[in-house]
């Protein structure tokens, strides 16, 4: 059996199964599976709903003095086999995956104190180890150090017809092509913002997802992790 516990970072695109995958790992490895995505749609919902986004307009300002007034945390959900995030004491996990919320969490996510914030929180969420973090930014800005850090992605229209279907089949009236400019434009915006911009770590190793299923996922994930911790 193994007793290393690791920090396995996974970044990569947007809508490529990253949180699928990194849940999968965490409950096949007994790991606390940690949605940094979920943190940052969080803070934009509270945004939304508290004045700071006015006609999709991001006020950096107003977001930046309500930080203080956002607190968030998880609580394991069996159901799910993940952590819901909760908002001052309110569940949210249902109302952060909107089209609303997509469309300004790139905008949020560049403010520099919402990162400075949620990046503290999520260093002391790993500092136990033992942890899959998905997001943008964990290989290179949280976990530097994280011994196994995979960069995904996939082909942008393979993403954006996943994203439809899970929503449409929650029942969100949206069309394929605004997912597909959502998810491009997110590419874009998360890849060229000033502060932490998404980037492959130079020791992150890729998985292309396009045509793989979560079975074939797993395998190739349990080679990467075999060899990480020497089995
Ligand atoms: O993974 P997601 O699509 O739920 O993430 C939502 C947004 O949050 C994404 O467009 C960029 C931002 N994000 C980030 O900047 N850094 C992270 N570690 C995670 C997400």
């Avoid at 690791?6 to 695109?13: F, L, Q, R, V, Y």
């Amino acid at each position: 059996m193994d007793n290393k516990r690791i920090i396995i970072a996974i970044d990569g695109h947007s809508s490529c199964g990253k949180s699928t995958f990194a849940k999968a790992i965490a409950a096949r490895l007994g790991y606390i599976f940690i949605d940094t995505g979920a943190m940052y749609r969080a803070v934009t919902l509270y945004a939304l709903e508290h004045g700071a986004i006015h006609s999709g307009i991001v006020e950096e300002a107003e977001v930046e003095a309500m930080l203080d007034d956002i607190n968030i945390d998880f609580r394991f959900n069996p159901a799910r086999g993940a952590s819901d995030i909760y908002v001052n004491g309110d569940l949210v996990e249902g109302k952060i995956r909107t089209i609303e919320v997509s469309n300004c969490v790139s905008a949020v996510s560049s403010i520099a104190a919402v990162r400075e914030k949620l990046v503290a929180m999520q260093q002391q969420m790993g500092h136990k180890r033992g942890v899959v973090m998905d997001g943008r930014d964990i290989g290179t800005v949280v976990f530097p150090e994280a011994e196994l850090k995979i960069y995904m992605t996939a082909d942008a229209m393979v993403r954006a017809e996943r994203r439809y279907k899970e929503l449409t089949a929650k029942g969100d009236s949206v069309t394929l092509e605004e997912i597909y400019e959502n998810v491009v434009s997110r590419d874009e915006a998360d890849m060229t913002r000033k502060i932490s911009p998404l980037r492959k770590a130079d020791d992150a190793i890729v998985l292309d997802n396009s045509a793989m299923s979560v079975e074939e996922q797993m395998e190739w994930f349990l080679e990467q992790y075999n060899r990480v911790v020497g089995q």
